[in-house]
T-cell receptor, first 114, second 112 residues
Framework: NAGVTQTPKFQVLKTGQSMTLQCAQD?????MSWYRQDPGMGLRLIHY???????DQGEVPNGYNVSRSTTEDFPLRLLSAAPSQTSVYFCASSYSGEGATTQYFGPGTRLTVT | AQSVTQLDSQVPVFEEAPVELRCNYSSSVSVYLFWYVQYPNQGLQLLLKYLSGSTLVKGINGFEAEFNKSQTSFHLRKPSVHISDTAEYFC??????????FGAGTRLAVHP
C-alpha cells in the first residue's frame, strides 16, 4: 500500500493563479480531509468528505474548493491564489467507524504564493 | 465548541531526562484525544490515542499519556528522551466524522 500520496511536494504560484493539489489513498477509506499548517497555529481543517459525492466545509474553507468523485481521490482547488494561502497542506484519510479512527496523513505540499 | 490548548510552544530538555508535554482540551461531547508527532519536513504520525477505557494510554516510541477528565487534560510523557525524539508534537481532539481539532503544537528539542 502506498498509503496517502500528495502531489506536488512543492509549488510556487503568483497571486491570482489557480491550481489543484492532488491527494489519493489506496486504503479504501471513507473519510478524507484537507488541513493547512501554519506556524504557531497547528493544523486547521479546510474541507472534508465522508464518502464519494459528499463534501463539507471545515474551519477555513474560503478560497478553496473540493470534490470527491471517487473513494480514492480528493483534490483541493485554489481558484485564485492569495499570499495568505502560503502554507503547508496535508491530506488525511481514515475509516468510518464507532468513536474515532486513526487518520493517516500524506507527506504534505508546501505552497508559496508570491 | 471543541478546542485544544498546548501550554508550551517549546520544550528544551537534555537527553535521557524525562519530559512532559501538556495539553488541555474543551469538549461538550464524548472525547476522543490524540497525540501526533511531526518530524522535520515530514507528515504527521500517530503516537497514541484515547477513545475509552483505561485513562493511561501507551503509544509508540515509549510515550504515554494520561486522560484526566476532571482537569480536562491529556498530557504526554516519556521517562527518558533521545535525540531522535526531537520533533513537533500535536495534541488533537476528534470533532465528529474524524475531523481533528489541533493544538498549536509543542516543539521538543532534545540536547546532548
Amino acid at each position: 500500500n502506498a498509503g496517502v500520496t500528495q502531489t506536488p511536494k512543492f509549488q510556487v504560484l503568483k497571486t491570482g493563479q489557480s491550481m489543484t493539489l492532488q491527494c489519493a489513498q489506496d486504503m479504501n477509506h471513507e473519510y478524507m480531509s484537507w488541513y493547512r499548517q501554519d506556524p504557531g497555529m497547528g493544523l486547521r481543517l479546510i474541507h472534508y468528505s465522508v464518502g464519494a459525492g459528499i463534501t463539507d466545509q471545515g474551519e477555513v474553507p474560503n478560497g478553496y474548493n473540493v470534490s470527491r468523485s471517487t473513494t480514492e481521490d480528493f483534490p483541493l482547488r485554489l481558484l485564485s491564489a492569495a499570499p495568505s494561502q502560503t502554507s503547508v497542506y496535508f491530506c488525511a484519510s481514515s475509516y468510518s467507524g464507532e468513536g474515532a479512527t486513526t487518520q493517516y496523513f500524506g507527506p504534505g505540499t508546501r505552497l508559496t504564493v508570491t | 465548541a471543541q478546542s485544544v490548548t498546548q501550554l508550551d510552544s517549546q520544550v528544551p530538555v537534555f537527553e535521557e531526562a524525562p519530559v512532559e508535554l501538556r495539553c488541555n482540551y474543551s469538549s461538550s461531547v464524548s472525547v476522543y484525544l490524540f497525540w501526533y508527532v511531526q518530524y522535520p519536513n515530514q507528515g504527521l504520525q500517530l503516537l497514541l490515542k484515547y477513545l475509552s477505557g483505561s485513562t493511561l494510554v501507551k503509544g509508540i516510541n515509549g510515550f504515554e499519556a494520561e486522560f484526566n477528565k476532571s482537569q480536562t487534560s491529556f498530557h504526554l510523557r516519556k521517562p527518558s528522551v533521545h535525540i531522535s525524539d526531537t520533533a513537533e508534537y500535536f495534541c488533537a481532539v476528534s470533532g465528529g466524522y474524524n475531523k481533528l481539532i489541533f493544538g498549536a503544537g509543542t516543539r521538543l528539542a532534545v540536547h546532548p
